[in-house]
């Protein structure tokens, strides 16, 4: 049976998920699951993601969700090493920083993508002020990481990790907004994003992403 991601390449979620598998080189299948056709609230769909999202994960008979959890097991079950898992601190800071991809930097970015790919897609119109307030409050967390890559090469220390390339999905699409040149404020974080999209990896899932 080997390996099932359930969603559309192109959503955060799924992508991340995806860069964790090509990160490993393993096969994998990606099955559609899409918004539109209510499908993603089915109850077959349910059984796979409790809250009716995409991703879901299937290895064999070993269903997961929530797209770093998944790419945790693909990471620990390939053994790579992009969670440091042999060194508990350098772990532990993977883990900080991813814990700061999800809760920091992740919503301001949600937040403004939707607004302004989601609901113009949509037909409805966009909430200027949410934006303006998202992008101050993303603007805070790249502040912070600026500091942060002045003194190392990623975020958890000298080598790559994957709260590095977790990052990619929101980085991705607010570069593809107007929005994208707030990134020009913060030239340590921009050399850093530069690194991150040209590993083989993450071009791979954005030719996927764009197919
Ligand atoms: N924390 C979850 C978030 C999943 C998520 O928000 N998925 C979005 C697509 S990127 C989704 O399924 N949205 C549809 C919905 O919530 O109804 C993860 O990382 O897997």
Redesign the pocket.
């Known amino acids: 049976m080997g390996i099932k991601v359930y969603g559309l390449a192109y959503?955060?979620?799924?992508a991340r998920v995806l860069i964790s598998l090509e990160e490993v080189g393993i096969d994998y299948e990606v099955v559609p699951v899409d918004?539109i056709s209510g499908k993603?609230k089915s109850p077959m769909h349910l059984a796979r993601n409790p809250f009716?999202?995409?991703?879901a994960f299937q290895d064999d008979d070993f269903m997961l969700?929530?797209?770093?959890a998944i790419s945790r097991y693909v990471v620990r079950k390939y053994k790579s090493d992009l969670f440091r898992e042999d060194n508990l601190k350098e772990a532990s800071l993977v883990d900080a920083w991813l814990d700061v991809e999800y809760g920091q930097f992740n919503p301001p970015c949600s937040a403004m993508m939707y607004n302004v790919i989601v609901k113009p897609m949509l037909g409805e119109a966009i909430d200027q002020q949410v934006v303006d307030a998202n992008l101050e409050k993303l603007k805070k967390v790249l502040d912070v990481y600026e500091t942060r890559l002045s003194q190392c090469k990623y975020l958890a220390g000298d080598v790559v990790s994957f709260a590095d390339l977790s990052h990619f999905p929101s980085i991705y699409y607010i570069m593809s907004t107007q929005y994208g040149s707030v990134f020009d404020l913060y030239p340590h974080v921009k050399a850093w994003y530069e690194k991150i999209m040209v590993r083989p990896s993450i071009r791979k899932v954005v030719e996927i992403m764009s197919a």
């Open positions: 959503t955060g979620s799924v918004f993603i009716g999202q995409v991703p969700f929530e797209s770093r």
